[in-house]
């Protein structure tokens, strides 16, 4: 059975980096049917696609983070990661790592974990 | 690339039916056949309960059932139940765009 887990510190000071990693069990992150993806969830609001990475390393990226996002993968960790420079409060969300089965569907997901932004 | 159009809220009785619509453009919604369908619980990740309009992932009862007319997606939870009352969200767009997300309240 697949499974997503996401890591990384919990608390992170405005203007800084957020860094999390998504380590993949049960299955290859290098597939050629699947991307991989980070999906964000303010406290009390709605889902955002954040961005999506294949196993060779193409990316795509929401065009309202795209300044600040960067989404890579080490296929020989099983693990792809997420860097959010120049965080603020809007920041704070639930964060989710995801199997994107091409073309359009995530069918697995992390169980999130929350990122709050605060000094 | 905006948001898909949810309903806020929805309601219906254990045993009913009920619809949730996700409207969006005819570069999304309206392109490809590739609209899922997401419950998430409080406190819970998201669950995939319909993908590419119409399909079924293993294990998600058949009470569960999607469609699109044109720009418009719809989920339709027939005999409803206690344990349907969550959170819905359409997604189109390859993956790329959700919808505000539907809370179904189950009377």
């Known amino acids: 059975q697949l499974q997503l887990q996401e890591s990384g510190p919990g608390l992170v000071k405005p203007s800084e980096t957020l860094s999390l990693t998504c380590t993949v069990s049960g299955g290859s992150i290098s597939s050629s049917s699947y991307y991989w993806g980070w999906i964000r969830q303010p406290p009390g609001k709605g889902l955002e696609w954040i961005g999506s990475i294949y196993y060779s390393g193409s990316t795509y990226y929401n065009p309202s983070l795209k300044s600040r996002v960067t989404i890579s993968v080490d296929t020989s960790k099983n693990q792809f990661s997420l860097k959010l420079s120049s965080v603020t409060a809007a920041d704070t969300a639930v964060y989710y790592c995801a199997r994107l089965v ?10 999130g974990t929350l990122v709050t932004v605060s000094s | 690339q905006s948001a898909l159009t949810q309903p806020a809220s929805v309601s219906g009785s254990p045993g009913q039916s009920i619809t949730i619509s996700c409207t969006g453009t005819s570069s999304d919604v309206g392109s490809y056949n590739l609209v899922s369908w997401y419950q998430q619980h409080p406190g819970k990740a998201p669950k995939l309960m319909i993908y590419e309009v119409s399909k ?18 719809s989920l339709t939870i027939s005999g409803l139940q206690a344990e ?8 189109s767009y390859a993956g790329r765009v959700f919808g505000g997300g539907t809370k179904l309240t189950v009377l």
């Open chain 1, 102 to 111: 091409v073309p359009a569907t995530h069918d697995y997901w992390g169980q």
């Open chain 2, 56 to 73: 079924r992932p293993s294990g998600v009862s058949n009470r569960f059932s999607g469609s699109k007319s044109g720009n418009t997606a």
């Open chain 2, 84 to 91: 349907d009352e969550a959170d819905y969200y359409c997604c």
